[in-house]
């Protein structure tokens, strides 16, 4: 019979924040996958575990996750951990996940740790609806089609941003959706220097221009304001069959054309072009 795939989140900074489960899954598994088997062997000294470690990363992940799979079908159950947070989110994991449920293993997520939910649940923006926006890419073009295709988005939205290239993001954040717009940028979570900066795109600019900052962080950012289409008016009606009227229409051509293009009744444009 095959294993289990268990994803098992750890610490993003406080190690007091393994859950009981978690550390039961790492000490059960028959062995496990991480993303830097030093990271995972600090956290697993201090937990005092001893365990059989393979890495599966970003650059070995396509034959490293065959071998797993294997090992899967074979019948041992694999914990998956990253350096830090929820595996498989911005982290190697995604493409494992699929191949296990493709070859019907069973996947196993522990809920734990992870710096997207941590940093929209202090942010003090709307938290009703967001999407997670992962890392901004580092080629040009991608970024700005990326920005450009999030320019009318509503909900909440959350990149998360290594602290040097925090201000060229900030940057290109401000020009796509402007220098007013709030952003909450949560510094250190978990940790002792814990910080969240509620502020807006420009402000966060200046400050961080003259501070470089230091540490991980989230970005969370308020989404566009919904655009209210305004009704037109009795008046633009008037108006518009006026101009039309002047230009040498029939008052029945000026009231058909500006019922089409305002979209009103017909019947109420005629009333308001008797008016005229
Ligand atoms: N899978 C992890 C998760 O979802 O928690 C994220 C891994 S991703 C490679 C690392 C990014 O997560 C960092 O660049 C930063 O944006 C964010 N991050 C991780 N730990 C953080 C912390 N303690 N405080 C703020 N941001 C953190």
Redesign the pocket.
Known sequence: MAGTLYLV?TP??NLGDISPRARETLEQADFIAAEDTRVTLKLLNHLGIKKSLVSYYEHNKAQRGDALLQRILNGENCALV??????????PGEDLVRACAEAGIVVTAIPG????I??LSISGLPTGRFCFEG?LSTTKKVRREHLESLRQESRTMI????PHKLVNTLEDLAEFFGVGRKISL??????LH?EVVRTTLGEALERYRETPPK????LVVAGAKPVVEEKPTTQDALNRVQALMDAGLSRKDAVKQTAQELGLPRNQVYETALQI
């Open positions: 989140p993003i900074g990253s350096d830090a947070g929820s595996p498989a989110i911005s982290d740790p992870c710096a997207v941590t940093g890392f990149f998360y941003e290594a949560c510094r250190e979570l978990t940790k814990e540490g991980e962080f989230v």
